[in-house]
Every structure is written in structure tokens, then in C-alpha cells.
């Protein structure tokens, strides 16, 4: 079966220190991932995907993810935590059983505090 | 560009009842996905749908369906409402070629008394 796992409820981190928000996932093929951040009361919102070629991806507000396919994670990362960065994180792989189409599995989301 | 925006916000309703929610996507994208969201399950597919087909379904009872119109709008329609349909349902519509890049609304925040 397919699926995204997130291990850590909860992530706190100190301002100013590097964050890392944990993923591994199983899909058959080759995974399409992302991350999606979620604030109270909003939608979801695009930080970053990977498709394929380089294992180190650039997102928004500065976060980046590295793609391991020898131990099929994807970590969201930043070197520098922010209080604004404080949110609920989803990681998501594309469902390679749907034909293509437009069908995310999402992980249980991680929510990620940073305090000053 | 407008972003996604989903119809009501807020809805309140009884067991029993159906409820109609409404998506329309960013102009251009012609994909539209529903999600359900609950602290219990977390984030679930309910449907895709692209030029007024339904391409993709989720495990949900018959009870969910959607439609979508020839301007890729598209709704969703729950029928016999229960307690357990309370969630936040989101939307998301896909930038065409951009490997199931999706861009969601903030959602429709519906409560089953």
C-alpha cells in the first residue's frame, strides 16, 4: 500500500535554530513529494516538490527538503527557524495507483513550534 | 491571479440534512480535487474531477458525490448528513503540467449537530 508516514506529532524548535521536519514514505515507482504547510484556519499551502534530478529542493520562505531514495525520505528543512514559521506541515506523495491524476496521499502532518 | 476560493466558509447543519459546498479554481486549471480533513483521519481524497469527468475517486459512501461544470467549477453534495461528516473540506486545483502541483482554497468548515 502506498502511504506517507510522519513521525513526530510535534516539533519544537528555538528561533534562530535549523529546523528539520521528518518524512519517509512508500509508493510504487518513482515518488512525485511534497510539502504543504497549513495555517489555523487556512487552506493548505505549496512549499516545495520533488519530481526528479537534483536531491536537494528549494521551496518558499526558505525551507528546502533532501529526497533519500535509499531510505525513502524526505525531510523538510531550514537553517533558520522562524516564530512566523510556526504551523501544521503535511507531506504528500502522489498516489501512482490513480493513474496519473490529481490524487495526494498526505502524511498525519507534523506541527511544528518555534518559540523566541 | 485569484486563488482558489471555496463557498460558504462556514456551514452548520443537522443530521439528516445535505449540504452543498462550492469550488472555483484558479482561471486555467481545468483539475479539481476534494479533500476531507479531520483531526481523527487527517487529510483524505474524496474526488477528482477534470472537464466535468469524474477521473478519480476516494473511499467515501455513496453519500459524497460532486460535479463539475463546463467553467471548472465544481461542487460537492453530501446527502443524509452524520455526525462524523463534520470536517474541513478543501479544494484544490492542479496547474496543468505541473506534476500534481495543486493549489488549495482555505476551505469550507462544515458542522454536523
Known amino acids: 500500500a502506498q502511504s506517507v508516514a510522519q513521525p513526530e506529532d510535534q516539533v519544537n524548535v528555538a528561533e534562530g535554530n535549523p529546523l528539520t521536519v521528518k518524512c519517509t514514505y512508500s509508493v510504487s515507482g518513482n515518488p512525485y513529494l511534497f510539502w504543504y504547510v497549513q495555517y489555523p484556519n487556512r487552506g493548505l499551502q505549496f512549499l516545495l516538490k520533488y519530481i526528479t534530478g537534483d536531491n536537494l529542493v528549494k521551496g518558499s520562505y526558505g525551507f528546502e527538503a533532501e529526497f533519500n531514495k535509499s531510505q525513502t525520505s524526505f525531510h523538510l528543512k531550514k537553517p533558520s527557524a522562524l516564530v512566523s514559521d510556526s504551523a501544521l506541515y503535511f507531506c504528500?506523495?502522489?498516489?501512482?495507483?490513480?493513474?496519473?491524476?490529481?490524487?495526494?496521499?498526505f502524511g498525519a502532518g507534523t506541527r511544528l513550534a518555534v518559540h523566541p | 491571479k485569484a486563488g482558489v476560493t471555496q463557498t460558504p466558509r462556514y456551514l452548520i447543519k443537522t443530521r439528516g440534512q445535505q449540504v452543498t459546498l462550492s469550488c472555483s479554481p484558479i482561471?486555467?486549471?481545468?483539475?479539481v480535487s476534494w479533500y476531507q480533513q479531520t483531526p481523527g483521519q487527517g487529510l483524505q481524497f474524496l474526488f477528482e474531477y477534470f472537464s466535468e469527468t469524474q477521473r478519480n475517486k476516494g473511499n467515501f459512501p455513496g453519500r459524497f458525490s460532486g460535479r463539475q461544470f463546463s467553467n471548472s467549477r465544481s461542487e460537492m453534495n453530501v446527502s443524509t448528513l452524520e455526525l462524523g461528516d463534520s470536517a474541513l473540506y478543501l479544494c484544490a486545483s492542479t496547474i496543468p503540467g505541473s506534476y500534481n502541483e495543486q493549489f488549495f482554497g482555505p476551505g469550507t468548515r462544515l458542522t454536523v449537530l
Open positions: 482561471s486555467g486549471h481545468r483539475s
Open positions: 504528500a506523495v502522489r498516489d501512482a495507483l490513480s493513474g496519473g491524476y490529481n490524487k495526494l496521499i
